[in-house]
């Protein structure tokens, strides 16, 4: 099954593009083949796009599918106001660009405007962005950040998560395992000598001594320190780690 902003696609459908053009959809391959969704427009041009529903043509003929027709409004119903992808944009609301990243509609100006949609991006940045009043990000050509449709109007498939730009922790602890366990033993072999978190009572600059003299040993040829039997580069990574820590507290105070 391939699922397009949130639609299932399946033949038969009509599509309508981002360049307004309306496709049906003919066959769905399997996802062995780059573009696995086949679809045909009124004059029997035949049309290929992704899994995700990117058109073959590329970025210059803006025919990625967007959304099903029949969830576009017809224009001639319409009440007054802009709208996108057959959406009405209002202030407050929380719409979904095409890289699945969440914006906060803040001021929609006349559409006379060229750009009449004001929009900001989620915390901590808080990114201002504006579009025309067809929901195109204001870099022009096809966008990323192009609006597609209200949150609310999005039909989660299984599995999705919406976690573009957070923290993946898995890159240190599950790809960096055995370092993150060395430098856990050389943690747990200074709690017991000196006791918990006692490194926070110490002048960083005491640290960066520490670390050099780990370095130095280790550049000589010293795997592993005489006292400790820990490895020289574990106890590098725990002396950084201080020191980053440290900083990081500094920061927080002046702040």
């Not at 049309?47 to 043509?57: A, M, Y």
Request: glycine letters at 6%.
């Amino acid at each position: 099954m391939y699922f397009v902003n949130g639609r299932q696609v399946d033949v038969g459908q009509k599509w309508r593009t981002r360049c307004g053009l309306e496709v049906e959809i003919l066959e769905l391959y399997s996802e062995e083949f780059t573009y696995p969704i086949v679809a045909e427009d009124i004059d029997g041009d035949v049309f290929r796009f992704s899994p995700c529903g990117v058109s073959s043509l590329g970025e210059t003929y803006n025919c990625d599918l967007i959304s099903l027709v029949e969830d576009v409004a017809p224009e001639q119903k319409k009440p007054l106001g802009l709208y996108v992808n057959g959406h009405q944009v209002k202030v407050g609301q929380v719409w979904r660009t095409l890289s699945a990243c969440n914006v906060t509609i803040t001021r929609i100006e006349d559409e006379e405007c060229a750009y009449p949609i004001e929009a900001r991006g989620a915390p901590p940045d808080f990114d201002v962005f504006s579009f025309t009043k067809d929901g195109v990000y204001y870099a022009g050509e096809v966008s990323a950040l192009d609006l597609v449709c209200p949150v609310e109007e999005v039909q989660p498939t299984v599995g999705q998560k919406f976690d573009q730009g957070k923290l993946r922790p898995t890159l240190l602890f599950q790809s960096l395992p055995n370092a993150v366990h060395q430098t856990i033993e050389v943690l747990q072999y200074g709690a017991n000598k000196y006791g918990d978190e006692n490194w926070k009572q110490v002048d960083p600059k005491r640290y960066k001594d520490a670390l050099l003299r780990h370095l130095l040993a280790y550049l000589a040829g010293e795997e592993h320190d005489k006292e400790s039997d820990l490895k020289h580069l574990a106890h590098i990574s725990s002396n950084v780690l201080f020191l980053l820590e440290h900083e990081a507290m500094q920061d927080k105070e002046k702040n």
